[in-house]
């Protein structure tokens, strides 16, 4: 299934590789001869790089900041690590071809944010991206299934944004698309890794039984022998929302204790054991 799916991807991404041919000829004409090929072989995946105007995007949907640690997975010829940096963040680049990450290193140089924009040769199975607090992937359905129980045990709130796949039945936050110079490859997922809530939660004299799939949520709300389901339950990483009757809770998440306040300003707190 994999090969099946990594010769679809080559096929597909052959119709585009003369534009990208000339985006790769000129990322490495400062500085290198390697010369890369739209559909070269990978590890796990093929090399194809993500349109700019969808990098850009990307890294607008993940709401980047200097503040931010990104890392992107199968780094290619560095465009998003270096987009990144170019933003103030700190970028990081893990890819398994080693002439990939030397254009890579080159290509931040060149563009001045070698000090922030860092590459590696590694496999990004055998890699720790914990400390990321925006990943970007352009990888393989698939592949995005293997990394999604690392990336469900990174911190909640963290961004991840993937190039056109998705992540088996892990809804994404937010999706879009790039309508101008983009001419394949032009669509991106956001999910944001949600606090883990699931169990019996005491508030005040209630207690909150949550169950949840990812961000979403659901379960009961108990005020002594009547049981109120809750509805529009959802996370936003640490951020909580949940409907119990006519009262709607927003609050925070904190490890074993949330608290937040009504929609009349009325503060909740919750916690467990
Ligand atoms: C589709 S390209 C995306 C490149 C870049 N992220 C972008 O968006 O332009 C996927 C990249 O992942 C790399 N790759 C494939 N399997 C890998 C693995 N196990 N570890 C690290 N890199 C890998 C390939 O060499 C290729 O450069």
């Known amino acids: 299934m994999q090969t099946l799916q990594k010769s679809l991807v080559s096929a597909a991404l052959c119709a585009m590789a003369w534009h990208a041919n000339l985006a790769a000829q000129t990322a490495t004409t400062e500085t290198s001869t ?20 969808l ?39 893990i890819e398994f071809n080693p002439d990939m990450v030397a254009l890579a290193k080159q290509a931040a140089k060149a563009e ?3 000090d922030k924009a860092k590459f590696e040769q590694a496999d990004i199975f055998k890699s720790d991206f914990s400390e990321a607090t925006v990943l970007t992937l352009f990888l393989l359905p698939s592949l995005n299934e293997r990394l999604r129980p690392i990336i469900l045990e990174m911190k909640p709130g963290t961004r991840v ?25 032009c669509n991106a997922h ?44 959802r996370l936003n990483g640490e951020a909580i929302q949940f409907t119990a009757g006519d009262q709607q809770y927003t609050g925070q998440v904190s490890g074993k204790r949330m608290e937040g306040a009504t929609q009349d300003n009325t503060a909740w707190q919750a916690s467990r054991e």
């Not at 390697?34 to 349109?51: A, F, I, N, R």
């Not at 949907?61 to 270096?82: F, N």
């Not at 879009?176 to 983009?182: G, L, P, S």
């Open 161 to 185: 944004v993937s190039n056109s796949f998705t992540m088996g039945d892990w809804q994404p936050d937010e999706s879009d698309q790039v309508n101008e110079n983009c001419s394949a490859y």
């Open 34 to 53: 390697y010369e890369p090929t739209v559909g070269q072989s990978g590890k796990d995946v093929v090399w194809v790089p993500t349109p700019q105007a």
């Open 55 to 93: 990098v850009d995007r990307m890294l607008e949907m993940a709401e980047l900041t200097p503040e931010d640690r990104l890392v992107d997975l199968g780094s290619g010829d560095g465009r998003t690590v270096i987009t990144a940096a170019k933003r103030g963040a700190t970028a990081r680049g």
């Open 190 to 233: 956001k999910w944001i890794v949600p606090a883990k809530v699931a169990g019996t939660w005491k508030l005040g004299d209630k207690e909150l039984v949550l169950n949840q799939r990812y961000q979403m949520l659901s379960g009961s709300l108990r005020d002594g022998t009547n049981v109120i389901p809750i509805t529009e339950a």
């Open 112 to 114: 001045g944010v070698a």
